[in-house]
Nanobody, 119 residues
Framework: QVQVVESGGGLVQAGGSLRLSCTAS????????MGWYRQAPDKQRELVAS???????NYADSVKGRFTIARDNAKNTMYLQMNSLKPEDTAVYYC?????????????WGQGTQVTVSS
């Protein structure tokens, strides 16, 4: 099994910054893509940003220029630096890890971390 744990959420005023972290642990697995998703109340979960094993990144238009995703392959850890936060960024942020274990590819999700941006 692969365990995924997020940290770093919290309450911040508009214009502030937060840094989220996500670490995957377990045995006998290889990570392909890591990504951050978010889900606001009464809305569908959406992709915020993702990074593949080579370091190539992808961002939602709504966060381009404000958020930066990074990955440390040696630590199986991913980060999301969020700057210039807006109230509309308020959501539960989830980490998704696409990994292969015993020749089977699966998606592994964390439990989520709340980000609240006050106006």
């Amino acid at each position: 099994q692969v365990q995924v744990v997020e940290s770093g959420g919290g309450l911040v005023q508009a214009g502030g910054s937060l840094r989220l972290s996500c670490t995957a642990s377990g045995s006998m697995f290889s990570i392909y893509t890591m990504g951050w998703y978010r889900q606001a109340p009464d809305k569908q979960r959406e992709l915020v940003a993702s990074v593949d094993k080579s370091g190539s990144t992808n961002y939602a238009d709504s966060v381009k220029g404000r958020f930066t995703i990074a990955r440390d392959n040696a630590k199986n850890t991913m980060y999301l630096q969020m700057n210039s936060l807006k109230p509309e960024d308020t959501a539960v942020y989830y980490c998704k890890v696409v990994a292969v274990r015993w020749a089977m590819r699966n998606d592994y999700w964390g439990q989520g971390t709340q980000v609240t941006v006050s106006s």
